[in-house]
């Protein structure tokens, strides 16, 4: 299996930047995506092909890799950012993998 | 508006099968790939399978493979999962996803539109 590793959890305060690692060791030769799940709800796209933001999504989220590591970034969080956040990325044998998920929490 | 609206969960009993649907909306269904996710109580998301705009290039999570099957009817708008043989561990919300690529298999693509999710539940 192609296993994407994320922290479990990130915590940050109103305002501040968070940020969101995503390491797998195939990652720096396809793109990532990454996905916003609020409880309850379904998932929503917020970045895809590492750096791109979908119409809709806020400027404040962005998204970079450096080798293999993705990164989400959220600029001034705000409270309304708490949620789970999940990377994802195509892999030549398990086709579709997704990461484990951080719950952002917005102290 | 584009939109996904899962169908068909339930409680069902180890063994036996369900069939999901996926009925689509506001988008030409024949142009994209069409992905099935599901996520277990408490758990994160897990993808299923994947059929591509034309029902011809299919994939599977292994821990299904051979007791799912998706397929696709452009014509209805609709993409189905038909689950045979459940397990407990089968147990889960399923979403269907659309790809904003034909195949679904394109890097550059991404999961942009989700359906609201249906409930699965295998128990005895």
């Known amino acids: 299996s192609y296993d994407l590793t994320q922290p479990p959890s990130v915590s940050v305060s109103p305002g501040q930047t968070a940020s969101i690692p995503c390491s797998g060791d195939k990652l720096g030769d396809t793109y990532a995506r990454w996905y916003q799940q609020k409880p309850g709800q379904s998932p929503v796209l917020v970045i895809y092909?590492?750096?791109r933001r979908p119409s809709g999504i806020p400027e404040r989220f962005s998204g970079s890799k450096s080798g293999n590591t993705a990164t989400l970034t959220i600029s001034g969080t705000q409270a309304m950012d708490e949620a789970d956040y999940y990377c994802q990325a195509l892999d030549i044998s398990t086709y579709v993998a997704f990461g484990g998920g951080t719950r952002l929490t917005v102290l | 508006q584009v939109q996904l609206v899962e169908s068909g969960g339930g409680v069902i009993q180890p063994g036996r099968s369900l069939r999901l649907s996926c009925a689509a909306s506001?988008?030409?269904?024949?142009?994209?790939?069409i992905h099935w996710v599901r996520q277990a109580p408490g758990k994160g998301l897990e993808w299923v399978a994947l059929t591509s705009f034309d029902d011809i290039k299919k994939y599977y999570v292994a821990s299904v493979k051979g007791r799912f099957t998706i397929s696709r009817d452009n014509r209805k708008n609709t993409v189905y999962l038909q689950m045979n043989s459940l397990k407990p561990e089968d147990t889960a919300v399923y979403y269907c996803?659309?790809?904003?690529?034909?195949?679904?298999?394109?890097?550059?693509?991404?999961?942009?539109?989700w359906g609201q999710g249906t409930v699965v539940t295998v128990s005895s």
């Open positions: 506001g988008f030409t269904l024949s142009n994209y790939g």
């Open positions: 092909q590492d750096t």
């Open positions: 996803a659309k790809d904003s690529y034909p195949t679904g298999t394109d890097s550059r693509g991404a999961f942009d539109v």
